[in-house]
């Protein structure tokens, strides 16, 4: 008994349903490449790939990568939106690669990918986030109490008093809002968006006893009141915190020394 052959084309030459109608589209991936071994100066390159629309924009890098230029160079590691490792600028705007359908940023026109502002590019699209990371550890991000003893029991607190700082404990250190901030681009020594929403997290934090403390950091005359409420940080975030209202809630508190 012969084994049944699935033809692609009908008797009348014509293809079966399905065949013709491919998901695949070619898109152009402009992306901005620097390497301080090769020049001082970056410059843009630009790759075609056959790719389904409704992939990310890390699935093309990863493409890019394995199959056209080996030397492309970009930070990811889980994929899915919380390591916040591939932070970029796709078509102008902050986002996370892994986040990003290629159906969404109009594939018809060429897509722009580089590295994110406001910190030194080490190579093609990775960053330098030593600075990024040294404002988030000035902070003090981390429960402080004046009992140095070990707790016997758990610190409890009711539902509202956990609500009140819900938001700013989404942030998963992508960068994306404090790289959009004009003001950190043109003074790296701002602490940014991010550190003061990762302070935020525990000045309001009713079991934690370094509200002043943070306060007092924030203070500095490149602390809190560097912030010119432009937005872009939180229209930036792939979390959908509130970063700009988090800012105006540590000012407020600066002022009334009430959280």
Not at 2 to 23: I, N, R
Not at 45 to 60: G, M, S, T, Y
Request: glycine share 4%; charged share 30%; hydrophobic share 35%.
């Amino acid at each position: 008994m012969a084994t049944p052959v699935l033809d692609k084309a009908d008797a009348a030459g014509q293809p079966e349903p399905g065949f013709a109608d491919s998901p695949y589209i070619t898109v152009t991936f402009r992306v901005r490449r620097f390497n301080p071994e090769v020049s001082a100066e970056s410059v843009w390159e630009d790759f075609q790939l056959e790719i389904d629309p409704k992939e990310r924009v890390l699935d093309a890098l990863h493409k890019i990568k394995w199959d056209l230029d080996g030397t492309l160079t970009f930070r990811r590691s889980c994929a899915h939106g919380i390591c916040g490792s591939d932070a970029m600028r796709i078509n102008g705007k902050n986002r996370l690669a892994c986040k990003t359908l290629i159906k969404d940023i109009n594939p018809e026109k060429p897509i722009t990918v580089e590295a994110i502002k406001g910190l030194t590019v080490l190579k093609d699209l990775v960053v330098d986030m030593e600075p990024f990371f040294q404002a988030y550890r000035d902070v003090m991000p981390f429960l402080i109490t004046k009992d140095t003893n070990e707790p016997t029991r758990e610190r409890l607190q009711s539902a509202e008093d956990r609500a009140r700082f819900d938001d700013t404990t989404k942030c998963i250190l992508c960068a994306a809002c404090t790289s959009s901030c004009p003001v950190f681009w043109n003074d790296g020594q701002y602490f940014g968006p991010a550190a003061i929403v990762n302070a935020h997290r525990f000045i309001f934090d009713s079991r934690d006893e370094a509200g002043e403390q943070r306060l007092e950091i924030l203070n500095d005359k490149d602390g809190v009141w560097r912030c010119r409420t432009t937005f872009n940080c939180t229209d930036a975030c792939p979390r959908g915190i509130e970063v700009t209202k988090a800012i105006a809630e540590v000012k407020r508190a600066l002022i009334t020394r009430r959280f």
